[in-house]
């Protein structure tokens, strides 16, 4: 039997590419996880969501456990809905669909706007995970540089006007993280923002906003792309995972009403009632704004301490992005392939994600490195960092 025979075209040239999770190797018994992108696990409220659980049940029985879920799943939508108000979203029932977290969301926009014929464009760097998702729909991904303001808008207006011109497919699509990036924990500027929503009109392309680490601010949240769009050409993708528990899959899509439709047809029941349902109860009891205001406090420190460690321990010739919100540090380490320097950091017991993953274009991230300040204790973090300096020190030594 021929099994890849039974695989149409566009899933034997989606299984042409790299596999997926490339970028999370197995990693040693305890080590320093920098490369995680997870909560600290003090933060993650296992006590509470036990709590809601139990009441959830207790209350309702067995409904949360069938196929429709309960009524507490659309209280779990006016409770987002009400968090988007306050970021200045004003949503519409049926302009919002609750979704097995923002990867989901990605993925359902990805699969009804997405074909071989269409191109998407992504920043350069940009999350890994939605590069894997697009690459399952089409290989006509179009990259566009970012510097500390975010999207580099007039290298976006530059590419379009040339690709216009050349008779070269325009993007349809373009995915941004404009607050707290991952991987660089850049946000976009104010001017940026108008710029592109502008762009967006003229060559008549959508905007996913991938939102995040929005809420995630050292200080205020910048006004979200979708707060700015007046006609409906921004999809805006929210998450819990980052300040409740990524594990209880819940994230969102705010967007038109006609598109929120075509998701809906394609997620089906793809999503967790049950989980959703529990997040709904939980949300009831918690303070989320006093919530936040621990996270961010404790998030602040950590980044801070990640940027002393690194200042401390890393040679000289490293820079690294100091960032406003969100959960990694972007660092440079000229002439260091840090692809080929993960296998010694693991070995010596030490995760970061080498840059390349984050590119369409490998090569652009070579000398680049991801680290997470989320997860990590200070005490463990300061020992990686440690173990990382020496690390880049003596490959430097090596190759000069
Ligand atoms: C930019 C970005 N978008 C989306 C996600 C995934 O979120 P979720 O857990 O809600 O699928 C992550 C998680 O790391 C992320 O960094």
């Given at each position: 039997?021929?099994?890849?025979?039974?695989?149409?075209?566009?899933?034997?040239?989606?299984?042409?590419?790299?596999?997926?999770?490339?970028?999370?190797?197995?990693?040693?018994?305890?080590?320093?996880?920098?490369?995680?992108?997870?909560?600290?696990?003090?933060?993650?409220?296992?006590?509470?969501?036990?709590?809601?659980?139990?009441?959830l049940?207790?209350?309702?029985?067995?409904?949360?456990?069938?196929?429709?879920?309960?009524?507490?799943?659309?209280?779990?939508?006016?409770?987002?809905?009400?968090?988007?108000?306050?970021?200045?979203?004003?949503?519409?029932?049926?302009?919002?669909?609750?979704?097995?977290?923002?990867?989901?969301?990605?993925?359902?926009?990805?699969?009804?706007?997405?074909?071989?014929?269409?191109?998407?464009?992504?920043?350069?760097?940009?999350?890994?995970?939605?590069?894997?998702?697009?690459?399952?729909?089409?290989?006509?991904?179009?990259?566009?540089?970012?510097?500390?303001?975010?999207?580099?808008?007039?290298?976006?207006?530059?590419?379009?006007?040339?690709?216009?011109?050349?008779?070269?497919?325009?993007?349809?699509?373009?995915?941004?993280?404009?607050?707290?990036?991952?991987?660089?924990?850049?946000?976009?500027?104010?001017?940026?923002?108008?710029?592109?929503?502008?762009?967006?009109?003229?060559?008549?392309?959508?905007?996913?906003?991938?939102?995040?680490?929005?809420?995630?601010?050292?200080?205020?949240?910048?006004?979200?792309?979708?707060?700015?769009?007046?006609?409906?050409?921004?999809?805006?993708?929210?998450?819990?995972?980052?300040?409740?528990?990524?594990?209880?899959?819940?994230?969102?899509i705010?967007?038109?009403?006609?598109?929120?439709?075509?998701?809906?047809w394609?997620?089906?029941?793809?999503d967790?009632?049950?989980?959703?349902?529990?997040?709904?109860?939980?949300?009831e009891?918690?303070?989320?704004?006093e919530?936040?205001?621990?996270?961010?406090t404790?998030?602040?420190?950590?980044?801070?301490?990640?940027?002393?460690?690194?200042?401390?321990?890393?040679?000289?010739?490293?820079?690294?992005?100091?960032?406003?919100?969100?959960?990694?540090?972007?660092?440079?380490?000229?002439?260091?392939d840090t692809?080929?320097?993960?296998e010694?950091?693991?070995?010596?017991?030490?995760?970061?994600?080498?840059?390349?993953?984050?590119?369409?274009?490998?090569?652009?991230?070579?000398?680049?490195?991801?680290?997470?300040?989320?997860?990590?204790?200070?005490?463990?973090?300061?020992?990686?960092?440690?173990?990382?300096?020496?690390?880049?020190?003596?490959?430097?030594?090596?190759?000069?």
């Amino acid at each position: 039997m021929k099994i890849d025979s039974f695989f149409p075209d566009n899933v034997k040239a989606a299984l042409k590419n790299d596999p997926p999770g490339e970028w999370m190797p197995a990693l040693p018994k305890k080590c320093i996880r920098l490369s995680s992108g997870y909560p600290a696990p003090k933060l993650v409220p296992s006590g509470e969501i036990k709590a809601a659980a139990a009441r959830l049940l207790d209350e309702e029985q067995d409904l949360p456990l069938h196929y429709l879920g309960t009524p507490r799943m659309e209280k779990l939508k006016q409770q987002i809905q009400n968090r988007l108000a306050e970021r200045n979203i004003k949503v519409q029932e049926d302009e919002l669909l609750i979704t097995a977290g923002a990867c989901q969301a990605i993925d359902l926009i990805a699969r009804v706007l997405l074909d071989e014929n269409v191109a998407v464009a992504v920043e350069a760097p940009t999350y890994m995970e939605a590069l894997e998702i697009f690459r399952n729909y089409t290989n006509q991904i179009i990259s566009i540089p970012i510097d500390d303001q975010g999207l580099r808008t007039n290298e976006l207006a530059q590419v379009l006007a040339e690709r216009k011109s050349a008779g070269l497919t325009l993007p349809r699509l373009l995915y941004t993280i404009p607050t707290f990036q991952n991987p660089t924990g850049t946000t976009l500027s104010g001017e940026r923002r108008n710029h592109l929503l502008e762009l967006a009109a003229e060559y008549d392309f959508l905007i996913l906003e991938d939102d995040a680490y929005g809420e995630l601010s050292f200080g205020e949240s910048p006004t979200t792309l979708k707060t700015l769009d007046t006609v409906g050409r921004v999809l805006h993708v929210g998450s819990l995972s980052k300040v409740v528990a990524p594990g209880m899959r819940v994230g969102w899509i705010v967007g038109e009403s006609e598109f929120i439709t075509a998701f809906s047809w394609f997620k089906k029941d793809l999503d967790h009632p049950f989980a959703q349902a529990t997040m709904a109860a939980y949300l009831e009891k918690v303070d989320l704004d006093e919530r936040l205001t621990e996270l961010k406090t404790v998030y602040r420190s950590k980044s801070e301490r990640l940027a002393q460690y690194i200042k401390k321990y890393f040679p000289e010739s490293v820079s690294w992005y100091v960032p406003q919100g969100g959960y990694f540090v972007w660092v440079k380490v000229p002439g260091v392939d840090t692809a080929e320097m993960l296998e010694k950091a693991l070995a010596a017991g030490v995760s970061y994600v080498p840059g390349r993953f984050f590119f369409a274009n490998q090569q652009e991230g070579i000398e680049y490195l991801r680290l997470s300040f989320s997860y990590e204790s200070e005490e463990r973090m300061e020992a990686g960092v440690q173990i990382l300096g020496e690390l880049i020190a003596s490959y430097l030594k090596k190759t000069t």
